[in-house]
C-alpha cells in the first residue's frame, strides 16, 4: 500500500519553478533525502531551503539572477521536454525510485497540469510521484493509499482518466465501488475526518489536499 514513507536513498527531491510556501511541512520534507535535482529556475527553491542541489537541470532560461556552484546538465531551449521531465530523467538515472516535485503547482496552469499528467504516467510506470506547494499537496492514486490528512482538511479527487471502484473512507462525504469520469464534480471539496483511505480498482485519480 503506498504512504509517504520513502526509502531516503532511493527517493529524490525535484525542485520545480511553480510557487512554494517554505513552511515547517516542506522544510520537513526536504529533509527526507539527499539527492535533490532542479529543475532550471526551481534552484531558487534550494536557496531558499538552503539545500545543497546534486544536479541543476534544464536550458537556464528561467535562472536569471541565481548563482549556484553545483553541477550542470545544460539543453537546448528548443527541446522536446519541460525542464523538470528532464530533472525526473536523471534522478531516475541515479538510482531514485520515487519522488516529491516541490513547486508543483501555481504560476502557468498548463505548467501545472503537465506536472499531474506527468506525475501520473511516471506513477502508472512503478515511479512514485508526490506534488507539493507547501499549501497544496497531491497524490496520485492508482489502487489504495492511506493519505495523512487532520480532521477538517479539504481535499478534492479529480479523474486524470476514468475510474471505477472508488471508494473513499473516513471523510464526510463516503464513497463507496462509484465512478469518477473524468471532468466529474462528485470528487470535489470533500473534508477529511483524519487520515483517509482511498482504494480504486482501476484507472487514475489525483487526490489535491489543502493545508
Known amino acids: 500500500m503506498p504512504t509517504d ?4 536513498q532511493q527517493h529524490a527531491l525535484i525542485l520545480a519553478a511553480g510557487s512554494l510556501g517554505i513552511t515547517p511541512r516542506v522544510q520537513a520534507i526536504a529533509q527526507q533525502t539527499s539527492l535533490i535535482i532542479a529543475a532550471d529556475g526551481g534552484a531558487r527553491h534550494a536557496i531558499a531551503l538552503g539545500l545543497t542541489l546534486t544536479e541543476w537541470v534544464g536550458d537556464f532560461d528561467s535562472s536569471d539572477g541565481i548563482e549556484l556552484s553545483t553541477p550542470r546538465q545544460t539543453f537546448p531551449t528548443e527541446k522536446d521536454s519541460t525542464d523538470l521531465e528532464l530533472a525526473v530523467a536523471r534522478a531516475k538515472e541515479l538510482g531514485a525510485t520515487s519522488a516529491t516535485i516541490l513547486g508543483a503547482f501555481g504560476g502557468r496552469f498548463d505548467h501545472a ?3 499531474a499528467l506527468l506525475a501520473a ?3 502508472k ?3 512514485s510521484v508526490r506534488l507539493e506547494s507547501g499549501f497544496e499537496a497531491g497524490w496520485i492514486i492508482l489502487n489504495q493509499h492511506q493519505i495523512p490528512l487532520e480532521n477538517g482538511q479539504t481535499f478534492s479527487l ?3 482518466e476514468p475510474c471505477s471502484g472508488l471508494t473513499v473512507q473516513n471523510a464526510k462525504w463516503n ?7 473524468v471532468g466529474s464534480s462528485l470528487g470535489i471539496s470533500n473534508v477529511a475526518l483524519g487520515e483517509v ?3 480504486l480498482e482501476s484507472g487514475c485519480a489525483l487526490l489535491v489536499a489543502q493545508f
Open 5 to 8: 514513507s520513502f526509502a531516503p
Open 113 to 115: 497540469l503537465g506536472i
Open 121 to 123: 504516467r511516471e506513477s
Open 125 to 127: 510506470a512503478g515511479f
Open 158 to 160: 479529480l479523474a486524470l
Open 175 to 181: 464513497l463507496e465501488s462509484a465512478a469518477l469520469a
Open 197 to 199: 483511505t482511498v482504494l
